[in-house]
């Protein structure tokens, strides 16, 4: 469950397996980084993205924080029935 505080849609929200952590995004260099709240940058392979707002998303792809696309939520069958 996504704490009630972290629900504003500006917060980027990443898990190391274990810890949530609000991160924000800097755009000063060649590739977008995120930082955490003690200035340090983090790696994309070290942090899981769970929630971004919308106009952050290029971003966070060219910085290599989201590496695979958002699955499709329609569900279908292709068996012979």
Partial sequence: MIRPD?????VIVARDG?????LSL????????LI???G??????AMEVL???SAAEPALRRGG???FSQPELD???NCAD
Avoid: M
């Fill in 26 to 33: 800097q755009e000063t260099g060649a590739k977008p980084v």
């Fill in 65 to 67: 924080y989201l590496r």
């Fill in 40 to 45: 340090q940058v983090i790696a994309p392979w």
């Fill in 36 to 38: 955490d709240a003690a």
């Fill in 75 to 77: 569900l279908w069958c």
């Fill in 6 to 10: 972290l629900e504003d849609s500006t």
């Fill in 51 to 53: 929630r971004w707002p």
């Fill in 18 to 22: 274990r810890v949530l952590q609000c």
